[in-house]
């Protein structure tokens, strides 16, 4: 080993960083595969078939294998998305939909609260509604893409049985059912800035196809409610009009069908449903009350009329698939995990019901033994097997003509026993997620912590002056240990995909392939063995630089550490995770306090040796900078003694700022539905103030970005903030002060567009100047050009932020602006403390706009800004943009202070940091995620907190190779 230590393999930090931080997002992306699991699946054909159904059971006679008459005729499915189930049974239902709740507590009908599970997002939850099966957290990102649903479901089987069907709404469902309409008419449920013609494009259907016998099924999806949420909330003055119109709907199909009954004909069914409920923001995505709570109700003249109000049932989502199945006279879907709705069953006849329940129970048992290993300890199971022993001796004494009360009493026990049957299965089924990929998940996991190892044992040489890594590649690729690594991982990967009988993700990977993965494996593991080794000898050196690095660390940089290690900790814990933005204000406040004391001591304190100086030299050119001071020779005694004042103020106002921010939002989970400052501005009473709040806003963001912007940037910058309040005030949320009448919302399309123009330009200009400075050797040029990229991000910012979140980009520009003034460069912090400062106030940023770690805040109406129709790639750029707008604008800041302001080794170093920064809370929640996976409340919480952490990390692997990409070369570093 000792001959190959010689040779050495220098790498910048940076670009050892984006190599680091690259391979992490592959690791965290091979873990995702493994931890979003495939749903329960039947091991039968890919679809059920009547002949293939059991039959009776009897004792002593010949099976029978008939299936009873079927239950309904016609079946009409009118789903409103978003239908909160307070909308329709709550206080206010007799307001907002008197028919429909007239037929609640008078009709013949029954009505539930049916309950869906997170993610609670449209796409999977027709698939739950027409399959019966529980999609998973993975669903979120396919429903952006929705692709033909392969599983077997309700809408293939009655295509299978010759049902005439015909569909109006939203095109998901054409995307998962092609050609199984034989009429249909699809509006896509993405462009949520419309609520009227998506609407109006299923109702003017209507009329014709209700006069026409030609159609058995007839589905409507109506997305106006859903789109409502979206823009302004459950308690908009929209709400009420829409569901209005709802009932109108509700009452035309109900008048229709009662018109058209026929004596002789099976009864018909109408009903009326929801995809997912709406949280009090309006969004939808994740699992509070609010959001899984939804509406059900069927009405059909086969049900026995009510006499009074009766309390909902509470069912699960789930159970209407099979109840429509069997109603219809079809077989279950085979992944079904719901069961029938006993009360759809209540006037049958005895030996119909019970023959229902043996068909669900049977299609259940069968899931259950594919999906659990040891099923037959699985009590539904045994329930089951002794309700199906007991069915066939009553049909048995029912055949023999036994007419006595005594068979009726068996026959009702035995319903009691099949109903327990399917509950149990039903909830085992459901607590059975899905099957997790181990082998990807350790392997994901392992390649993160290796990854993570390689980076801490890589500091030391990585923040020296130099910033280079001396990567003992060749030592570990020539090593022994790297071949015996390889030959083990090599057999463990050959046992487990052939003897084992592993079905991974891994194993289907082309085996050159996978053993390039086991090779890059072990050279990180030999890698990581060779830093270890070195920083193990000498050991005298070691303990000499392990004292005097500790004697060096101040109270700031003891915060920094402990406060990013605690935070990463903290992710063990999931009312942490659920209230993730207390721990960042906490962090923020502290720091606050730290820096004010700081400054204290070196300002006034301490005798102000070279404060006054720059670290770097800079330009003189950039001279004319407010925000830049010149050195203390040049300015008088008395400038110098105002900084000292205003370097005291910022912390303070820093932390004013910070409280203020977090009043405009209310985040989280537990206290998200509280009232806060931007629900006050937001109603129609405080339009004024609103529009105050947010033309300051817009003049303070053009003086705090346009100081470092060429002429034709500033310009276009004031244009566009400017067009960023017509478009406001376009959509109604903001008015011009000679506006004196409320007029109608418009869709501010061609406002919007004006301002993309003027993103666009700024944007070409700063990635002009960023080409020029490679070419040449003046660094202004790279300095304007990185910060006129930075002005065009905060004006497409500014433009996709609602009005009322116009003070969180304000503020974050001002903590920005002093800070770097008066603190960071006066009190010359180096580039690690600089980069952590920015990563906390870019994590707080996040919560400040009012997101959380539920997946239903994301605000899903910002990606459709200027479109006039749903077109994806951008859709999904600009709401992700909005999304993560904090963590990017205070990265992208980040690397321009640096540029301006250090030398090019600090960029190395910020580069270094912030991978570190991103890696130790990732391999931390990964490890608790692999720990935790078999708990329920992972898929609520966790979830989406998992997919959070892989965007931020490939936001900063991004960011990484942005710092790589613009580094200065040496020797070209100034003038």
């Not at 720059?614 to 001279?623: I, L």
């Not at 900084?643 to 977090?662: I, Q």
Request: glycine letters at 6%; aromatic letters at 10%; charged letters at 15%.
């Amino acid at each position: 080993m000792s001959c190959f230590s010689r040779w050495k393999m220098k790498v910048r930090s940076s670009v050892f960083a984006c190599f680091i931080m690259v391979c992490e997002v592959l690791g965290v992306a091979l873990f995702l595969r493994g931890f979003f699991p495939a749903p329960v699946k039947s091991s039968l054909s890919s679809s059920s078939r009547l002949s293939e159904l059991p039959p009776e059971p009897v004792t002593g006679h010949a099976p029978n294998a008939s299936l009873p008459p079927r239950l309904f005729g016609r079946v009409v499915l009118m789903l409103v998305d978003a239908l909160r189930e307070d909308f329709l049974f709550g206080p206010n239902g007799r307001s907002f939909m008197p028919y429909t709740r007239h037929l609640v507590e008078r009709g013949s009908a029954h009505s539930y609260v049916a309950k869906a599970r997170a993610p609670t997002v449209t796409m999977p939850r027709i698939k739950a509604l027409t399959s019966g099966s529980i999609p998973g957290f993975i669903d979120v990102v396919v429903n952006l893409n929705s692709h033909a649903l392969q599983e077997d479901n309700l809408v293939s089987q009655a295509k299978a049985a010759g049902k005439r069907m015909i569909f109006y709404g939203d095109d998901t469902w054409l995307k998962l059912f092609p050609k199984h309409f034989q009429e249909s008419d699809g509006t896509t449920s993405f462009f949520v800035s419309d609520y009227t013609e998506v609407d109006n494009n299923v109702t003017r259907h209507l009329d014709s196809t209700l006069r026409r016998d030609d159609w058995d099924v007839l589905i409507l999806h109506y997305l106006g409610l859903d789109h409502i949420g979206h823009i302004s909330g459950p308690h908009s003055s929209l709400v009420q009009p829409k569901l209005l119109e709802m009932d109108d709907v509700f009452k035309k199909i109900h008048s229709s069908l009662v018109s058209k009954e026929a004596d002789g004909s099976p009864p018909y069914l109408l009903v009326l449903c929801g995809d997912h409920g709406m949280s009090e923001m309006g969004s939808h995505g994740g699992s509070s009350e609010p959001e899984v709570n939804t509406a059900l109700l069927l009405v059909s003249p086969a049900f026995r009329r009510k006499g009074g109000l009766e309390q909902p049932l509470t069912v699960e989502q789930v159970d209407l698939a099979p109840t429509l199945a069997l109603g219809l006279g079809l077989p279950v879907s085979q992944n079904s995990v719901g069961r029938v709705l006993p009360q759809i069953l209540e006037e049958l006849p005895l030996r119909d019901q019970l023959r229902l329940l043996h068909l669900n129970g049977h299609q259940l048992s069968l899931l259950l033994r594919d999906s659990l290993p040891h099923y037959q300890q699985d009590p539904g199971w045994e329930q089951f097997r002794v309700a199906e022993k007991a069915h066939g001796s009553w049909v048995k004494l029912y055949l023999e003509g036994n007419a006595s009360e005594i068979l009726q009493n068996v026959g009702q026990k035995v319903l009691k026993q099949y109903l327990q049957a399917l509950a149990s299965m039903s909830a085992a089924l459901s607590r059975q997620l899905g099957r997790y990929d181990i082998y990807s998940m350790a392997v994901g996991l392992g390649l993160v912590f290796q990854l993570l190892v390689v980076l801490v044992l890589s500091m030391p040489e990585s923040l020296s002056g130099a910033a280079v890594v001396d990567v003992p590649l060749l030592p570990a690729l020539l090593s022994l240990p790297f071949y015996l690594l390889c030959l083990l991982l090599a057999a463990l990967h050959v046992w487990l995909c052939t003897a084992a009988r592993s079905t991974c993700f891994l194993c289907a990977l082309p085996w050159s392939l996978a053993f390039a993965a086991v090779a890059v494996t072990a050279a990180l593991c030999c890698v990581g063995g060779v830093l270890l080794s070195r920083r193990l000898a000498p050991a005298e050196r070691r303990d000499a630089k392990a004292s005097g690095l500790a004697s060096s660390f101040s109270e700031l940089d003891w915060l920094l550490l402990l406060g990013t290690l605690g935070h990463a900790l903290l992710l063990g814990s999931s009312s942490f995770v659920e209230e993730e933005h207390q721990v960042w204000y906490f962090l923020l406040t502290t720091l606050c306090l730290v820096l004010f004391q700081d400054v204290c001591r070196r300002y006034f304190r301490e005798r102000p040796l070279q404060l006054d100086k720059e670290p770097f030299p800079e330009d003189p050119s950039d001279r004319a900078d407010p925000f830049d001071v010149p050195d203390a020779s040049e300015k008088p005694r008395t400038d110098v003694e105002a900084e000292k004042w205003l370097a005291l103020a910022t912390p303070p106002f820093t932390l004013l700022c910070c409280r203020l921010l977090r009043s405009l939002n209310q985040t989280g989970v537990q206290w998200a539905h509280l009232p806060d400052l931007g629900h006050w501005l937001n109603s129609s009473e405080h339009k004024v103030a609103l529009s105050l709040v947010a033309a300051v806003c817009l003049l303070l963001i053009y003086f705090l970005v346009q100081r470092k912007c060429s002429l034709v940037s500033k310009a276009a910058l004031g244009l566009g903030l400017i067009g960023v309040y017509t478009y406001r005030a376009a959509i109604g949320n903001v008015s011009f002060p000679w506006q004196r009448s409320t007029r109608h919302a418009e869709k501010g399309t061609v406002e919007a567009r004006f301002v993309y123009v003027f993103v666009l330009g700024i944007l070409f200009s700063g990635t002009k100047d960023l080409l020029r400075s490679q070419l040449s050797s003046v660094p202004r040029l790279r300095t304007r050009g990185l910060w006129e990229v930075y002005a065009g991000l905060v004006l497409l910012v500014a433009l996709l932020f609602r009005a009322h979140n116009l003070p969180v980009l304000c503020g974050s520009l001002l903590i920005q602006a002093l800070m770097s003034r008066f603190v960071w460069s006066r009190l010359r912090y180096d580039a690690a403390q600089v980069t952590i400062m920015h990563y906390w106030f870019g994590q707080a940023a996040f919560y400040f706009q009012g997101n959380s770690n539920n997946i239903g805040t994301v605000d899903i109406s910002v990606g459709f800004v200027g479109l006039d129709s749903y077109v994806e790639a951008p859709a999904v750029f600009l709401t992700a943009l909005s999304t993560f707008s904090g963590p990017t604008l205070w990265s992208a800041h980040l690397l321009c202070y640096l540029s301006h302001h250090s030398s090019p080794a600090a960029v190395s170093h910020s580069c270094y940091v912030l991978a570190l920064l991103r890696s130790v809370p990732c391999a931390l929640f990964l490890l608790l995620i692999t720990a935790l996976r078999y708990h329920l409340f992972i898929w609520s919480v966790f979830s989406p907190k998992l997919l959070y952490e892989a965007l931020q990390l490939l936001l900063t692997a991004g960011v990484c190779l942005v710092y790589t990409a613009t580094e200065t070369k040496p020797g070209r570093d100034r003038d």
